[in-house]
């Protein structure tokens, strides 16, 4: 329950980043989908709010502006919980919002969508991927740093990520194109749902772990 009241408290510091996902994200990923005629354009967008979401909780969240967290009845584990139930419900946000636009998509464009359950799987693999490995460092950087370099650090991987993420798009569907893919990639929904079973695992590893670096380090 106290893990809850954080998701919450969280979620009410994020809630615009999830209008931004509609308003702003959701028809540039639309224009990203139908100019590479691929899906994978269209999830880019929703994993870089998956990113951003995170991110910009930690970013801000200076040691001197966060007594309000600290008061609150509940332990160290709540806290870490909440956390990455809020990047778990920006995952499946941001998914469910990728289907629609591809289903919308697809009645109006030349769009295909055969392949939307492999790249739902892919993206929620990556998503939870990426966040069991950049919440560790998060939470091991704390909140000590000067708030300049703080967030260069935590935004840094974010780049990194979008940028390298969009060439490898880009890569994967001029291989498409050639017919290559369906040759090399044979047992590709089981691969698929193979690497999301493996990115759950690691995102629950990696919220166990934190709570250690929280219990253990002065991150409050």
């Not at 931004?20 to 899906?39: D, N, Q």
């Amino acid at each position: 329950m106290g893990a809850v009241n954080f998701l919450k408290f969280d979620l009410r510091r994020s809630k615009y980043l999830f209008l931004i996902s509609i308003v702003l994200f959701a028809p540039l990923g639309a224009m990203m989908g139908y100019t590479m005629e691929s899906t994978l354009g269209i999830f880019s967008y929703m994993a870089l709010v998956v990113v951003v979401t995170p991110t910009s909780l930690f970013t801000y969240e200076l040691k001197n502006e966060c007594g309000f967290d600290g008061l609150l009845p509940a332990k160290d584990r709540d806290k870490v919980f909440g956390r990455y139930m809020i990047g778990a419900l920006s995952i499946l946000f941001e998914l469910v919002l990728g289907i629609v636009i591809c289903t919308v998509m697809s009645r109006f464009t030349d769009l295909k969508v055969v392949d939307l359950g492999v790249v739902s799987m892919t993206f929620v693999a990556v998503t939870l991927t990426y966040l069991s490995i950049a919440m560790v460092v998060y939470y091991l950087i704390g909140r000590n740093l000067n708030p300049r370099i703080r967030s260069s650090i935590i935004m840094l991987p974010c780049i990194i990520l979008w940028f390298g993420a969009n060439t490898i798009i880009s890569v994967l569907s001029e291989i498409h194109a050639m017919g290559l893919v369906s040759k090399v990639i044979e047992n590709k929904e089981i691969v698929s749902a193979l690497a999301m079973m493996i990115g759950l695992a690691m995102y629950v590893i990696s919220a166990l772990i934190s709570v250690q670096i929280v219990k253990k380090k002065d991150y409050r």
